[in-house]
């Protein structure tokens, strides 16, 4: 798609429905049925909205807070946001009252977008009891929640016209082209949902906007729509890669692109399935709240041992990227390890509600600082390791715990596995691992899964204990699901000195 407008979102709106009114730019599902949005359609529910908003008084610089499903609802509210001056933060339908409370006082939204009824879910009751204590005032931000993994989630904010370079560049690495179609299973109300959907709009496509995921449902729409692009962590293609494999064999051969977060080590196994079942190309990705989702893409052209892992090259020549040592931000030789570093037009410009974290996300010569673990590769690019708080130091070397848990994984016997630290004997770091068995009959127990360690790994790189486990324990945030290492941590700590297997008795 070419741009002629001026680069906001309202703009990005107006070309799309001149250039083709009546192409489809995104699809409902309601009672398992689709119903098709066109661009002209959008654009006339963008201005009934817009219009509405004014006349209640919605200004230039205020915060509107969109607390809805992935219904196309919440692409009309952003756009209509944009086109008054306003902006606004997506607020995750699976979000508690602490969660909504948090948002509504850093954000103070003017209005609130809510759903009447979704999914049995009563979400006008939790915005009534966390906005119990929160008086609104105006906020200016596109914004996004961050993890809260250091901490309480800060709101990361992005000007409009930050979003929409963003999104055209995202699309031209993404080859979007007129007509395809992008499956928009991620919330929007997240920074890669909604990274993902910026970025089939301004390519043209059409986004198909899942509120409730059900992986058979999915795959099926996955041929019936002729779905070209997905982004989602390997929790979600996991339940794809799951549910096909257990004789949901939907057509997968219109699917083109795939990008791919590692949460749970399954992302190579995920690749090599689309890659043989459909000849799509898989990469790995790098973002956040701050820097975009997307800011690093890996091109057709780089091997895919190292395209299916985190990381990649700038999505377009004005994000500079650096590692450096996070203890005095010098800059570090290609394939030493430090802190990934960011500079450009897709960084964060505010906190809402919060402005003395912009000055610690910064350094001194005005690089943002991500608290993640990286290495420059040789070829160009950067190979995404872990965050920081996660790496382990054992014997004095830094390891990446990523390295230990795709070594278990590889055990016929292993469905997931995680590795967290400990402190042990003596103060020195220790990596504990957990797995979860392929079933409660496998093979498995710590002492062989140590030998099938050691067979390839340094001796101290080696577990000190290996529990199995049932199921790990996991938090469902707006990025997909991830495995909550602090709860490892924890029972790792409580279960020292021992090793635990659920199917032998109960862990203490």
């Not at 952003?78 to 948090?102: D, K, P, W």
């Not at 390519?203 to 989602?232: C, K, Q």
């Not at 975009?292 to 895919?304: C, I, N, Q, V």
């Not at 400990?422 to 498995?444: M, Q």
Request: net charge negative; proline share 4%.
């Amino acid at each position: 798609m070419t741009v002629t407008t001026h680069p906001t979102l309202a703009g990005t709106l107006a070309d799309l429905v001149h250039e083709s009114p009546d192409s489809p730019v995104a699809m409902d599902i309601a009672g398992g049925e689709v119903i098709t949005l066109t661009r002209a359609e959008l654009g006339r529910r963008v201005d009934q909205l817009r219009e509405e908003l004014s006349r209640i008084g919605v200004r230039r610089g205020q915060c509107l807070a969109v607390y809805l499903p992935n219904w196309s609802d919440a692409l009309v509210w952003q756009f209509a946001a944009s086109a008054l001056g306003a902006h606004v933060i997506g607020v995750n339908t699976r979000y508690n009252v602490g969660e909504v409370m948090h948002i509504l006082t850093s954000a103070r939204p003017a209005v609130v977008a809510v759903p009447a009824e979704f999914h049995g879910l009563d979400v006008f009751g939790t915005l009534r009891e966390a906005s119990s204590t929160a008086d609104p005032v105006p906020a200016i931000a596109v914004a996004f929640t961050t993890s809260g993994s250091t901490g309480t989630p800060k709101l990361a904010a992005h000007r409009d016209s930050a979003v929409v370079r963003h999104a055209h560049a995202d699309s031209v690495i993404m080859g979007v082209r007129e007509g395809d179609v992008i499956l928009g299973v991620l919330p929007v109300s997240g920074v890669f949902g909604f990274s993902t959907a910026m970025a089939g709009l301004a390519g043209g496509a059409a986004i198909l906007m899942e509120p409730v995921f059900d992986a058979a449902a999915t795959l099926e729409r996955v041929e019936s729509l002729r779905v070209t692009h997905i982004v989602g962590g390997d929790d979600l293609f996991g339940r794809l890669y799951d549910t096909w494999h257990e004789g949901r064999r939907a057509d997968l051969t219109t699917l083109r692109w795939l990008g791919i977060a590692d949460f749970l080590g399954r992302s190579h196994d995920i690749a090599r399935w689309v890659r043989d079942e459909a000849g799509a190309e898989t990469t790995g990705v790098f973002g956040s709240s701050e820097v975009f989702a997307l800011a690093l893409l890996w091109s057709s052209d780089d091997p895919e041992s190292v395209r299916w892992n985190g990381g990649g090259r700038p999505v377009e020549s004005a994000i500079e990227v650096r590692v450096v040592d996070p203890l005095d931000d010098r800059v570090l030789a290609t394939g030493e390890e430090g802190e990934l570093q960011f500079r450009g037009p897709n960084v964060v410009d505010a906190y809402l509600g919060n402005p003395d974290a912009a000055a610690r996300a910064f350094t001194a010569d005005g690089w943002f600082r991500s608290g993640d673990l990286a290495r420059a590769l040789d070829t160009g690019g950067f190979r995404y390791v872990c965050r920081m708080g996660d790496v382990l130091r054992l014997r004095g070397f830094l390891v990446d715990p990523a390295e230990i848990e795709h070594r278990l994984a590889e055990h016929e016997n292993v469905q997931t596995a995680k590795v967290v630290g400990i402190s042990g004997s003596g103060g020195y770091t220790e990596a504990v691992a957990f797995v979860v068995p392929v079933d409660d009959g496998a093979d498995l127990d710590a002492s062989s899964l140590k030998t099938w360690c050691r067979d390839r790994l340094a001796a101290f790189k080696v577990p000190a204990a290996v529990h199995v486990i049932e199921r790990m324990p996991t938090t469902v945030g707006g990025n997909g699901t991830k495995i909550r290492a602090v709860e490892l941590r924890e029972w790792a700590q409580r279960w020292s000195g021992q090793e635990v297997d659920y199917r032998k008795g109960t862990p203490a």
